[in-house]
T-cell receptor, first 112, second 110 residues
């Protein structure tokens, strides 16, 4: 059973471009969480999704950020018009219910 | 503000010693807690969890203690090894999300 798969592992974008981060949850997991981590800091919750539904997006910036978890395919975290402050590691986690979240290896976004 | 916090940002131990990492939480409604280990450049790795109806749970070389009276959580690692060097996070689950503390760096010297 493969773990949570995130791609790309590293992503470089110029200011103003779009960043699309993908997360394939573990088999059988219908809950997906996105977190953001700055260097030497903890993980900050962004959004919690179940299939086709956003359950909690209280940690998402109001502008430029969006997330989806379609019926088929991976969950996508989309950042439009990236700025340097968006540079961070973005982690996805999945769980079969609302407990026992397992994390992927993250996508490290660098905005230049 | 943070609802989960750690007392010590860095803990240095000798190989073979027992390590104790502490965590305070503020949400008395939290009913599930997890300890994660994060090595440099990797994602958080699940170590052990505990539900609020328990006060102790043991795994392989690790023990988690939960004191709901003072809202305190600890992770004990027995016979610490160099491979245990990492940042350790405690996390609490409320309704829908895991809330993380800032982490404790564990450094194990040979």
């Amino acid at each position: 059973n493969a773990g949570v798969m995130q791609n790309p592992r590293h992503l470089v974008r110029r200011r103003g471009q779009e960043a699309r981060l993908r997360c394939s949850p573990m088999k059988g997991h219908s809950h997906v969480y996105w977190y953001r981590q700055l260097p030497e800091e903890g993980l900050k919750f962004m959004v919690y999704l179940q299939k086709e539904n956003i359950i909690d997006e209280s940690g998402m910036p109001k502008e430029r950020f969006s997330a989806e978890f379609p019926k088929e395919g991976p969950s996508i975290l989309r950042i439009q018009q990236v700025v340097r402050g968006d540079s961070a590691a973005y982690f996805c986690a999945s769980s079969p219910e609302r407990f026992e979240a397992f994390f992927g290896q993250g996508t490290r976004l660098t905005v230049v | 503000g943070e609802s989960v916090g750690l007392h010590l940002p860095t803990l240095s131990v000798q190989e073979g010693d027992n390590s104790i990492i502490n965590c305070a939480y503020s949400n008395s409604a939290s009913d599930y807690f997890i300890w994660y280990k994060q090595e440099s450049g990797k994602g958080p790795q699940f170590i052990i969890d505990i539900r609020s109806n328990m006060d102790k749970r043991q795994g392989q070389r690790v023990t988690v203690l939960l004191n709901k009276t003072v809202k305190h959580l600890s992770l004990q690692i027995a016979a610490t090894q160099p491979g245990d060097s990492a940042v350790y996070f405690c996390a609490e689950t409320g309704y829908s999300t895991l809330t993380f503390g800032k982490g404790t760096m564990l450094l194990v010297s040979p």
